[in-house]
C-alpha cells in the first residue's frame, strides 16, 4: 500500500506524469506498488534514497510496463542505483585468441538475468530536462522487456504476427541507420542505436518517452509499433 501523500509527492516530481490519465495513473500505480514489493532497490557507494525517491524509480521503472503489464516485472529481482556514472570492466577473447579487457564508464546497464543497474546523476537529469531524447530509465528497462523471451535480439515477448512485423519494420529501419553511420552522415536519432537491434529497440524506446516528434519524423513505422508497446507517449 503507497500511501496517499506520498504517490502525490513523487508523482509532481515527474514531468510524464502531467498529462496521465486516470485509467493509466491507475495501472500505474498497481505496478509501482508492486514493484517495491517486488524488486529491493538498493543505493550504492555512500547514496541515500528516501521513500519520495524509491517511489520515483519505481513510477519511471513501471511507465514502460502499462500496456504490457505485470510480467515485465519477471526476470528482475533488484535494483542498484549508483550516484552517478560507474565503471564496469569488460573483457573480449578475439579470433586470434588474445583477450582484451578494458573498463566502460556507464550511466546505466541491464543484465539479462540479474539486476538493473542506473547511475542517480542521469535518472535526475531525464527529470530535469525530460525532452531531450535521452531516458536511461526507460533504456534499460526495454533491455529487460526484450530478454524475457530468452534472447535479447531488440524484439520482446510478442503475438506472432505484430512479432513478424514488427521484427520487418525494426530491422529495416536499423539497416538505413547502420548505412548512415557506416557513411559518416549524421542521424536524426543517438548513433549508439547502430551498435544492435538490442541497442536499437532501447534507443528508440529512449525517444517514444522523451522525444517522439523526431521518432516519428525518422522512422514512422518503429513509432508506431512502440505507441502500441507502450502506449500512447507522455511527452510531446
Same mark, same amino acid.
Given at each position: 500500500m503507497i500511501d496517499p501523500g506520498t504517490w502525490r509527492q513523487a508523482a509532481a516530481g515527474l514531468p510524464w506524469l502531467r498529462t496521465i490519465d486516470a485509467d493509466r495513473n491507475a495501472r500505474l500505480h498497481a505496478l509501482a506498488a508492486e514493484f517495491l514489493q517486488r524488486i529491493a532497490i538498493t543505493p550504492l557507494h555512500g547514496l541515500a534514497l528516501n521513500e519520495v525517491?524509491?517511489?520515483?524509480?519505481?513510477?519511471?521503472?513501471?511507465?514502460?510496463?502499462? @500496456?504490457?503489464?505485470? @510480467?515485465?516485472?519477471?526476470?528482475?529481482?533488484?535494483?542498484?542505483?549508483?550516484?552517478d556514472a560507474f565503471r564496469v570492466q569488460r573483457s573480449h577473447q578475439d579470433a586470434h585468441g588474445v583477450l582484451h579487457e578494458w573498463d566502460d564508464e556507464l550511466i546505466g546497464e541491464a543484465w539479462e538475468r540479474g539486476p538493473v543497474i542506473l547511475s542517480w546523476a542521469d535518472v535526475r537529469a531525464d527529470i530535469a530536462t525530460p525532452g531531450e531524447g535521452y531516458c536511461v530509465v526507460a533504456h534499460e528497462i526495454a533491455h529487460k522487456l526484450d530478454a524475457l523471451?530468452?534472447?535479447?535480439?531488440?524484439?520482446?515477448?510478442?503475438?506472432?504476427d505484430w512479432q513478424k512485423r514488427w521484427a520487418s519494420d525494426f530491422q529495416r529501419a536499423y539497416d538505413a541507420l547502420c548505412t548512415q553511420v557506416d557513411a559518416g552522415r549524421e542521424t536524426a536519432i543517438d548513433a549508439y542505436?547502430? @551498435?544492435?537491434?538490442?541497442?536499437?529497440?532501447?534507443?528508440?524506446?529512449?525517444?517514444?518517452?522523451?522525444?517522439v516528434v523526431t521518432l516519428r519524423s525518422a522512422m514512422p513505422e518503429v513509432a508506431a509499433h512502440l505507441q502500441r508497446f507502450y502506449g500512447p507517449p507522455l511527452l510531446g
Open positions: 525517491q524509491r517511489l520515483r524509480l519505481a513510477m519511471l521503472c513501471c511507465l514502460p510496463l502499462l @500496456e504490457f503489464g505485470r @510480467e515485465g516485472l519477471h526476470g528482475c529481482s533488484q535494483l542498484l542505483v549508483y550516484p523471451d530468452g534472447a535479447m535480439d531488440g524484439t520482446p515477448p510478442l503475438p506472432r542505436a547502430a @551498435e544492435s537491434p538490442e541497442e536499437f529497440f532501447a534507443v528508440c524506446s529512449e525517444y517514444h518517452f522523451s522525444d
